[in-house]
């Protein structure tokens, strides 16, 4: 299979985290949104979490024209259906969430979810699709969430790479990796277009980019980490060469 460009979606949440935890009108969202599409970000993400830890509801409208490509992630919930509807991104991540968690642990459990949340997402794909939203779900690199996700209608996921980039050793990073190989290949036969990311940085990024049929990469808490020592701009730029020279 012949690799494509892999798009690099670039996630502000902990600019916001910067602003909001001092409740201050500074850093500006509007000027990393800039920045990111001026250095290589194809597409801008931001999750509106329940508890608004860091993107806030305004923060959507305010950068929704700006942006080129915006890509929301949100949990199903009808609080979040109708500010999805309302802001109008480009894509929408259905993720999981829990309000105690640090960051999203675990990939959306279709499989597990009960008849009245899976008929919610079935809905909700549709809504969104008719709506011109692109829906990915986001979950773990998992034949039978993969074949859950066809069943509920969604035409792309985003595969958890949280596993493989925590792994303790490097019997387990390969047996994860192999299980994203396997997990990406089986989807994009399944004619689902197929995204990852969660806890990538520079130094483990580089064989999920190897991964033909992976077409966009969402990475947040490196990039930001980086751009501590050397700036956003240069940040982006070496997430940009490193996804290109994969
Ligand atoms: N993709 C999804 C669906 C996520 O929820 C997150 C975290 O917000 C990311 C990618 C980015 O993860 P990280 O911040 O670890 O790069």
Known sequence: MEKNKIRLGVNIDH???????????????IEAVNIAEQNGA????????????????????????IVKTLNLEMALTNE????????????????????????????LDIIGMG????????????KFQNNKIKVSLFIDPDISQI??????GATCIELHTGSYANAMNSDIENKELNRIKVAAQFASESKLQVHAGH????????????????????????IIADSIFKGFKQAVNDFRSAIDNG
Not at 147 to 152: R, T
């Open 15 to 29: 600019i916001a985290t910067i602003r909001t935890n001092r409740n201050t009108d500074y850093p500006s969202l």
């Open 42 to 65: 194809d597409l801008i993400t931001v999750h509106l979490r329940e508890d608004r830890r860091h993107i806030q509801d305004q923060d959507l409208f305010d950068i929704r024209p």
């Open 80 to 107: 979040m259906i109708d500010i999805c509807m309302a802001a109008k991104p480009d894509y929408c991540c259905i993720v999981p969430e829990k309000r105690e968690e640090l960051t999203t642990e675990g990939g």
């Open 115 to 126: 008849s009245n949340q899976f008929n919610l997402l079935s809905n909700s794909i549709e």
């Open 147 to 152: 074949d859950y996700a066809i069943k509920s």
């Open 199 to 222: 806890g990538l940085n520079l130094s483990n990024l580089s064989d999920i980019c190897k991964i033909p049929q992976i077409e966009e990469l969402n990475i947040g808490h490196a």
